[in-house]
């Protein structure tokens, strides 16, 4: 078992930047696979990223690729979303998960899912 918790969103102008954090508790943070989604009004939930155990292989989906970065630091049990020239269609309740599988990226199938944190992007 694995609990997680987002922090980080807000509201933020088109073009700006912002730093989700997802803090993990339970069981050692680098049994898991980590990665992030997001749920848009009146859109399905979203693959962001994800990341694997050592940090050492990522994945993006194509609508974030070259704007976002996920990292993670095993020390702090925290997987990072840095989000970078944002857009209005970014904005969603972004979303962190965890899964004990195998390191294959991409990943599709989370076993352990945050609780969201919005994010929002005025235009």
């Known amino acids: ?13 088109a073009g700006g930047s912002l730093r989700l954090s997802c803090a993990a508790s339970g069981r050692t943070f680098t049994n898991y696979v980590m990665g992030w989604f997001r749920k848009a009004p009146g859109k399905e939930r979203e693959y962001v ?11 993006y989906g194509d609508s974030v690729k070259g704007r976002f970065t996920i990292s993670r630091d095993n020390a702090k ?7 970078n020239s944002l857009k209005p269609e970014d904005a969603a309740v972004y979303e962190c998960a965890a899964d004990p599988g195998p390191d294959d990226l991409p990943k599709y199938e989370y076993d352990y899912w945050g609780q969201g944190t919005q994010v929002t992007v005025s235009s």
């Open 1 to 13: 078992q694995v609990q997680l918790l987002e922090s980080g969103g807000g509201l933020v102008q």
């Open 49 to 59: 990223a994800a990341i694997s155990r050592s940090g050492d292989r990522t994945y």
């Open 77 to 83: 049990n925290t997987v990072y979303l840095q989000m």
